[in-house]
């Protein structure tokens, strides 16, 4: 117990010590989201993230944003277990052919209004695998796509001022079922 | 004992059961030696094989234009293998290739069936981590393995017809049907019967963030007694859309088969391209790659490390360890170019050179994270709560780890020390000397313990590559590639051996490329190692052994 104490205490709150170049624009991104997030969704945003092809390459940097340098539930954002929870689809990879369905139904079973944000070069055009056999390429070749996040993958900032564009005045959320809404 | 001792014993063997094995031209794929065998001998030569007691490091199969041993090599050969082999002069043929290890020798066996009768004796049965090998074998390119105990589909859902076969030259990159896929709703999962028992079926949309897959387990209680994976829906086509890039081209989607190893398979499929083009990186790149390599197992052992105490409840460790490897990144970034030095690694060397002022910085930062990892890392030991959900948790046995063929931190925590930079070692390695964890426990907290003891290595290691780092060039063009000119990499990522097998086409271009993940070994142990064990702790389960998904499904 005491090794954890001191540990932590000598650790400290990393959150906060803000020395690295990055860490102003992380406070002022975190703050505009934060101030979004209550205008327009009652102080949280529940983001559903969604694997429909990815290297894990994305994953491992959406994973970064809850470590405690980013610790993005301080602006109210937070990742949720189901689409049913969830105001926002995270979405990363192209879409293999073989996560289709599963990603039509993912999409289907968050309420809407809901935000789908496309995050990674490969969700946003395919990036290296493009369309083939396996593969349908960018996200928005299979469910309709608010926001776009290039990059690969793209770094915890980069997927900060992605979901503050996402939720910005200006980019309305995906009310139309269009003809997406089943599988 | 040298590398090679067993294979006089072997080719013995072969003999002793009359099963005709023949030497071919050893420098194609080093640092393997070959063996040419009959197709009808498949099967018995395996059995061979697992009977002394070799390693299956994998098998593939090369479907497109021009497979088997190319004619401007096939005059090395004796008469009757180029005849069997030679691909240019009889195109319909299907090669098929396995890999074998022991004691860091390696061997790989090479047939080829016809492609009108593409039937080959499955060497599952001696083998029981070639099983899905195979079966994606048979998806991919139709080789029909007979004798699998299995015959399900693997890698195949419903994106492509049963008798389709991507992998064949006649089948388009673009697929043949633009519409929707389908769930692979009707996929024959085993069941189990019984009073009491019921199923748990989970994914492919997980409710974490990590990759998709589909779990089914049978439990009865708490107690899980059965669990049946089911992977493929990340498939990409990887193989595939391979085929006609130039070595950048492979280089940059090789850095994408997996993103947590990203460095280890650049490197495996660049170790590769320059074999088949007998082409060295400098010794200043070679160097660099290790160093980069290193820091992805550190970056990576950190992260799960982290994740497996957070899976049972332990905040503390999974904060501490996500600082530390958030700052790994940030280094790496700054230092490499890329948080997760991708595309760092390029066809002949590397892609950026480390400043002179680089070298203390690291050092500083190995410093930094031996003095926090440390006193971490006595806590995450010894702490009774984490005892008590670690050890015994999630059990694999040395036999059983070793049927597998697992490498890695799993093999290493079942008693299987293998480590290719130490038994089969390759430039920097060679001049350099790993220590590699080994437990016996094969628990979770034996998984645990072989990751810890591996960063430490792993920093000594980066101190000695910073102290030694030769000057001189980071790249060297790559030579052209003679026309079907094959080449084998072997490099140790931080899930344990990564295979790549890459085969030029006549223009330079790739033919053929099978980045075989040690996770095709992993993902069947934790099947096995989940047994007996509660459904609340298949997370930790899992996570101790981590499987990549990406990896796998390709």
Redesign the interface.
């Known amino acids: 117990m005491f090794r954890i104490l001191k540990q932590s205490l000598k650790t400290g709150v990393v959150t906060e010590a803000a020395p690295a170049t990055d860490d102003a624009e992380l406070e002022r991104l975190g703050i505009e989201l934060r101030r979004h997030v209550h205008a327009r969704l009652g102080r949280s945003l529940a983001i559903r993230q969604v694997d429909a092809g990815s290297c894990n390459g994305c994953e491992l940097e959406i994973h970064a944003l809850n470590n405690p340098y980013y610790d993005l539930e301080r602006f109210g954002l937070h990742f949720v277990a189901s689409p049913r929870h969830a105001d926002a689809l995270l979405v990363t990879g192209p879409v293999s052919r073989h996560m289709e369905t599963a990603l039509r139904r993912t999409w289907a079973a968050t309420p809407i209004p809901k935000l789908i944000i496309a995050a990674g070069t490969c969700a946003c055009d395919g990036g290296e695998f493009g369309v083939s056999y396996a593969s349908r390429g960018a996200v928005e070749n299979v469910i309709p796509v608010d926001v776009k996040i290039p990059g690969c993958p793209p770094a915890p900032l980069e997927l900060l001022r992605g979901l503050l564009a996402a939720i910005a005045p200006g980019a309305a959320p995906s009310a139309d079922p269009g003809d997406h809404q089943n599988d | 004992m040298s590398r090679r001792d067993w294979l006089p014993d072997f080719l013995a063997r072969l003999a002793a059961e009359h099963l005709l094995a023949r030497a071919a031209d050893e420098a194609l794929l080093a640092p393997a030696l070959r063996l040419v065998l009959d197709p009808e001998d498949w099967g018995a030569a395996a059995k061979v094989a697992a009977h002394i007691g070799l390693r299956h490091a994998g098998v593939w199969a090369d479907a497109s234009e021009g497979a088997g041993v190319p004619a401007s090599f096939a005059a090395n050969l004796v008469a009757g293998v180029a005849a069997d082999l030679d691909g240019e002069h009889d195109p319909q043929r299907i090669a098929v290739y396995a890999c074998l290890e022991h004691l860091g020798g390696y061997l790989v066996l090479e047939t080829a069936v016809p492609l009108e009768r593409p039937v080959l004796p499955s060497q599952t049965p001696h083998y029981p981590g070639l099983d899905r090998l195979e079966r994606h074998c048979h998806d991919l390119t139709g080789v029909v393995f007979q004798g699998h105990p299995d015959p399900r589909r693997w890698t195949r859902?419903?994106?492509?017809e049963e008798d389709a076969f991507?992998l064949r030259t006649d089948?388009?990159?673009?697929?043949?049907s633009g519409g929707?896929?389908?769930?692979?709703a009707d996929y024959p999962f085993l069941t189990v019967q019984g009073s009491g028992v019921y199923e748990i079926p989970v994914g492919?949309?997980h409710?974490?963030?990590?990759?998709?897959g589909h779990f089914r387990f049978q439990a009865m209680g708490e107690e899980v007694l059965r669990l049946e994976e089911r992977l493929?829906?990340?498939?990409?086509?990887?193989e595939?859309?391979a085929e006609g890039r130039d070595p950048e081209g492979l280089a940059?989607?090789a850095a994408?088969?997996?993103?947590?190893s990203?460095v280890a398979h650049t490197w495996a499929a660049c170790q590769a391209m320059e074999r088949a083009t007998a082409c060295a990186a400098p010794p200043r790149a070679d160097w660099l790659r290790a160093l980069m390599a290193e820091r992805e197992r550190v970056a990576n052992h950190l992260?799960d490390i982290g994740a497996i105490c957070n899976d049972v409840g332990f905040s503390?460790a999974h904060?501490?360890c996500?600082?530390l490897?958030?700052l790994w990144?940030?280094r790496s970034?700054e230092l490499f170019g890329h948080?997760?030095m991708?595309d760092a690694i390029c066809p002949g060397g590397v892609a950026a050179d480390l400043s002179a002022d680089a070298s203390a910085l690291l050092q500083a930062d190995h410093m930094a994270l031996r003095a926090?990892a440390i006193?971490?890392f006595?806590?995450i030991d010894d702490?009774p709560s984490l005892n008590d959900r670690l050890i015994t948790t999630g059990h694999l046995s040395t036999a059983q780890a070793r049927n597998l063929g697992c490498t890695g931190s799993v093999g290493k925590a079942s008693g299987l020390a293998f480590d290719v930079r130490r038994d089969c070692p390759y430039p920097p390695y060679d001049m350099l000397e790993v220590v590699v964890p080994q437990e016996s426990d094969g628990d979770v907290a034996a998984r645990v313990r072989v990751r810890m003891t591996e960063i430490q290595e792993s920093l000594i290691l980066m101190d000695r590559l910073i102290r030694t780092l030769p000057t001189g060039k980071i790249r060297v063009p790559l030579r052209p590639a003679p026309p079907g000119a094959v080449g084998l990499g072997l490099v140790d990522g931080w899930r344990g051996e990564i295979m790549t097998f890459v085969r030029f086409d006549t223009d330079g271009g790739i033919a053929r490329f099978f980045p075989r993940d040690p996770s095709w070994f992993t993902w069947p142990a934790l099947e096995q190692l989940i047994m007996g064990n509660i459904v609340p702790d298949f997370p930790v389960c899992n996570k101790s052994v981590n499987g990549?998904?990406?990896g796998e499904?390709l």
């Open positions: 859902h419903q994106a492509w991507p089948f388009p990159t673009a697929g043949r929707r896929v389908p769930a692979d492919p949309v409710a974490g963030i990590i990759e998709p493929g829906y990340v498939h990409k086509g990887i595939k859309i940059r989607l994408r088969v997996c993103g947590d990203t992260g503390f904060m501490q996500a600082r490897r958030e990144q940030r970034r948080r997760l991708m926090a006193p971490l006595d806590v702490h990549s998904y990406s499904d």
